[in-house]
T-cell receptor, first 115, second 111 residues
């Protein structure tokens, strides 16, 4: 079955530590995205990637980093520079890298809590 | 660059109708609509690609006014299963494949 998988589902981090959230897709999609969702809030774009070895900052990239070494993988690192990292993180992918408007498929999310 | 949604929340009785609006300050390539149930991933409803386009999914439909840079989602004869948070996502003409979302509209359908 094709899909997009995020792991882990729940993650706890101590203050001052970096943590990496995994996102893998086997849909052969070119574009991948990371969003942050706070309780009762919308989805805010952190980073997105249209193609392997290339990515762009979204609206709230500070304190985060990504890599796109493989088409199917787009891990997100939440660094210690992110002052308020507790949130629900969603990864998504879409087939088309050229801005021609195809639906985004979402993973089930990772809930990160700083303790 | 994030689109603005209104209202923020709506409460309906089963069978009632509702409209959710989404507007952008930038020229749009497309508008997406998604629904998210609590604690779950957003699920795609529909995408509108051309000005004036309208699409439907069951009794949920949407329109796109490209000139006004606005889209509206119509919930007709609402069912309990329509409860959730609805998000519009927009792709802006000047920003390539960057999909950004509004703040969401929480919909609660009561029996």
């Amino acid at each position: 079955d094709g899909g997009i998988t995020q792991s882990p589902k729940y993650l706890f981090r101590k203050e001052g530590q970096n943590v990496t959230l995994s996102c893998e897709q086997n849909l052969n999609h070119d574009a991948m995205y990371w969003y942050r969702q706070d309780p009762g809030q919308g989805l805010r774009l952190i980073y997105y990637s249209q193609i392997v070895n290339d990515f762009q900052k979204g609206d709230i990239a500070e304190g985060y980093s990504v890599s796109r070494e493989k088409k199917e993988s787009f891990p997100l690192t939440v660094t210690s520079a992110q002052k308020n990292p507790t949130a629900f993180y969603l990864c998504a992918s879409s087939i088309n890298p050229t801005g021609l408007n195809t639906e985004a498929f979402f993973g089930q999310g990772t809930r990160l809590t700083v303790v | 660059q994030q689109p603005v949604q209104s209202p923020q929340a709506v409460i309906l009785r089963e069978g009632e109708d509702a409209v959710i609006n989404c507007s952008s300050s930038k020229a749009l390539y497309s508008v997406h609509w998604y629904r998210q149930k609590h604690g779950e991933a957003p699920v795609f409803l529909m995408i509108l690609l051309k000005g004036g386009e309208q699409k439907g999914h069951d009794k949920i439909s949407a329109s796109f006014n490209e000139k006004k840079q606005q889209s509206s989602l119509y919930l007709t004869a609402s069912q309990l299963s329509y409860s959730g948070t609805y998000f519009c996502g927009t792709e802006i003409k000047a920003a390539g494949n960057k999909l950004t979302f509004g703040g969401g509209t929480r919909v609660l359908v009561k029996p």
